[in-house]
T-cell receptor, first 116, second 110 residues
Framework: AQTVTQSQPEMSVQEAETVTLSCTYD???????LFWYKQPPSRQMILVIR??????QNATENRFSVNFQKAAKSFSLKISDSQLGDTAMYFCAFMKGRSNDYKLSFGAGTTVTVRA | NAGVTQTPKFQVLKTGQSMTLQCAQDMNHEYMSWYRQDPGMGLRLIHY???????DQGEVPNGYNVSRSTTEDFPLRLLSAAPSQTSVYFCASSRGKAQYFGPGTRLLVL
């Protein structure tokens, strides 16, 4: 099984500031996908960003960007210009790259609070 | 499109009771799965299906049954509920590598 570790249980950031969430993973696979999911108080799981391991370029989605370090097995999420609506729990997740294998392994999550 | 829907939103059970959590998707996705979410832990995979008639166990399958008779529906059955099954349950579907989650079902077993 793949292990995904999020070492920061909680983080707090001032509105408009930047916050970085860390994620490390353990795998022997060479091809895989990494994801960040957002879970606001509504409990809905929302896909924020995804990274394919064979792509060296870091993925970005508007104010969300990742720093993917394959050799270090690190996948951090940067939230720029934080907004109150970014308050949520954020989960890092891993998926093997094999076709027909869509099982996700999740980290324990990081609770992000954006302060006004 | 409704996406992934789950019913009920909340349920209280007594120990030993059985129930079925419903999940449906209207995106014609082949892959569907069930996860449970417990405090301090990420989501853990219970069962999954790669298509109608095909199911397999995930990380925490004990106490749960599934079946997949149609592409659209993937119900999760608790045969004899236990307090340890108190959790939030999420259903998800996927065609490619991005999974889409339902709104969740909160289950309390007394």
């Amino acid at each position: 099984a793949q292990t995904v570790t999020q070492s920061q249980p909680e983080m707090s950031v001032q509105e408009a500031e930047t916050v970085t969430l860390s994620c490390t993973y353990d795998t022997s696979e060479n091809n895989y996908y990494l994801f960040w999911y957002k879970q606001p108080p509504s409990r809905q799981m929302i896909l924020v960003i995804r990274q394919e391991a064979y792509k060296q370029q870091n993925a970005t989605e508007n104010r969300f960007s990742v720093n993917f370090q394959k050799a270090a097995k690190s996948f951090s999420l940067k939230i720029s210009d934080s907004q109150l609506g970014d308050t949520a729990m954020y989960f890092c997740a891993f998926m093997k790259g094999r076709s027909n294998d869509y099982k996700l392994s999740f980290g324990a999550g990081t609770t992000v609070t954006v302060r006004a | 499109n409704a996406g992934v829907t789950q019913t009920p939103k909340f349920q209280v059970l007594k120990t030993g009771q059985s129930m079925t959590l419903q999940c449906a998707q209207d995106m014609n996705h082949e892959y569907m799965s069930w996860y449970r979410q417990d405090p301090g832990m990420g989501l853990r995979l219970i069962h999954y299906s790669v298509g109608a008639g095909i199911t397999d166990q995930g990380e925490v399958p004990n106490g749960y049954n599934v079946s997949r008779s149609t592409t659209e529906d993937f119900p999760l059955r608790l045969l004899s509920a236990a307090p340890s099954q108190t959790s939030v349950y999420f259903c998800a579907s996927s065609r490619g590598k991005a999974q889409y989650f339902g709104p969740g079902t909160r289950l309390l077993v007394l």
